[in-house]
């Protein structure tokens, strides 16, 4: 079963905004990743926030935790046309390694 | 530095033919191994994951099996596939103490 619900499921933004994408889980969690996957391509690691982490940044990157509230964000800064892709949160299921992904949001930055 | 190889890129088999998926990584011992299916336009599926040679756990009742003969080696086979079975087919491997995944380029397999 799904754990990771992203919200929205599309966005669409020109270039030079922020984007903000949303995830929701169910249970309690060890971690929270976010990846992103270029159409037709594997997916790769952007940010990782433990649970006893509220808030951390990468770049443009800055991502949050609630775990009160189970839910995540992402944020883009200054999005790019190249940021263009497919955003996932995924959390630890418990045992350290074994992801459950959510559904996506599906980003594209217009130039 | 590591490296993870999945093989083939595209695959157009036939309902009712075999399949064989293979994933190999490179530069590193002990990995977990996971294999993980995305239908079109949705999230990933987490089908396979192995800690070990011969160790498999299935996430999923399905057409397919898992098999990791070799620590770093880790193939995923159906005897007779369904139309079902299309989907984008993705290796993952973690370890060394790293909590985050490292994916290959997936294979997108059509049954048709």
């Known amino acids: 079963s799904q754990q990771g619900e992203e919200d929205p499921q599309a966005l669409s933004i020109q270039e030079g905004e922020n984007a903000t994408m949303n995830c929701s889980y169910k249970?309690?969690?060890?971690?929270l990743q976010w990846y992103r996957q270029n159409s037709g391509r594997g997916l790769v690691h952007l940010i990782l926030?433990?649970?006893?982490?509220r808030e951390k940044h990468s770049g443009r990157l800055r991502v949050t935790l609630d775990t009160s509230k189970k839910s995540s964000s992402l944020l883009i800064t200054a999005s790019r046309a190249a940021d263009t892709a497919s955003y996932f949160c995924?959390?630890?299921?418990?045992?350290?390694?074994?992801?459950?992904f959510g559904q996506g949001t599906e980003l594209s930055v217009k130039p | 530095s590591q490296t993870i190889h999945q093989w083939p890129a595209t695959l157009v088999q036939p309902v009712g033919s075999p399949l064989s998926l293979e994933c190999t990584v490179e530069?590193?011992?002990?990995?977990?191994l996971y294999w993980y299916r995305q239908a079109a336009g949705r999230g990933l599926q987490l089908l396979f994951y192995?800690?070990?040679?011969?160790?498999i756990s299935s996430e999923v009742p399905q057409n397919l099996s898992a098999s990791r003969p070799q620590d770093r080696q880790f193939i995923l086979s159906s005897k007779k596939l369904l139309l079902s079975d299309s989907g984008f087919y993705l290796c993952?491997?973690?370890?060394?103490?790293?909590?985050?995944?490292?994916f290959g380029s997936g294979t997108q397999l059509s049954v048709l």
């Open positions: 993952a491997w973690s370890g060394g103490g790293d909590e985050k995944l490292f």
């Open positions: 995924a959390t630890d299921a418990g045992w350290g390694g074994k992801l459950i």
């Open positions: 530069g590193t011992s002990n990995p977990n």
């Open positions: 192995s800690v070990g040679i011969g160790q």
């Open positions: 926030i433990r649970s006893n982490e």
């Open positions: 249970t309690s969690i060890n971690n």
